[in-house]
């Protein structure tokens, strides 16, 4: 897959159910953190950095970028790459063709969309404002034309695939603020805020 002209990517990408393609489970997500944590890991160890196994470079610079368009770094927390997403996601195609026609078709588009607009330049290569132009064509299935279908199928599986690994991520867990699964050794009933924002009260005893 790695070695097909992008050409053929577009049309397979085509051809094909895209959303069905970017479909992932729970259990997925999870095994594609731990096997992208273990392999960043082991290039650190080797003093090397993290190589893809299904991206090219030039894809996993665009997912890159694309990323952290989704999710920028902020006040609370890291950018999506910061988060390891990219890592994820490479980890998410292995051994899983439709998932790599789909994810490499449309990387292709989005660069073919960028050529068409500015002057043949690929997306990694275009201004904040182009990307930005190019995202708002192609982010809301209601605002775009018929010809982007397409491209909207796939960025909208892109983003939901990009908050999948964001916030199932040490980061992402962190930036939810998740309190669950604490123990508490006594139960002093609802705070009272929470009761009078209900409208409710403990029956006096």
Known sequence: MKNISRRTALKL??????????SWTAAEAEQAH?????AKRQAVKQGATFKPKFFT????ATAGVLVDLIIPKDERSGSATEAGV??????????????????RGGLALI????????????????SDEQRHQILDAIAFRAKAGPELSQAVTFFTSFRDLT???????????ADLQ???NV???QWKGCPEDALRKLGVSYDAE
């Open 34 to 38: 731990q096997r992208a944590q273990q």
């Open 183 to 185: 123990f508490m050794p």
């Open 86 to 103: 990219p890592e994820f996601m490479d980890f998410m195609m292995i051994d899983q063709p439709q998932r790599q026609t789909a994810m």
């Open 57 to 60: 470079a030039h894809e996993y």
């Open 178 to 180: 998740y309190q669950g």
């Open 13 to 22: 990408f085509a051809s094909g159910p895209v959303a069905a393609a970017m």
């Open 111 to 126: 660069d073919h969309l960028c050529e068409e607009r500015f002057d043949n330049k690929p997306f990694v290569a275009c």
């Open 163 to 173: 908050a999948s690994g964001f916030w199932t991520s040490q980061m992402g867990v």
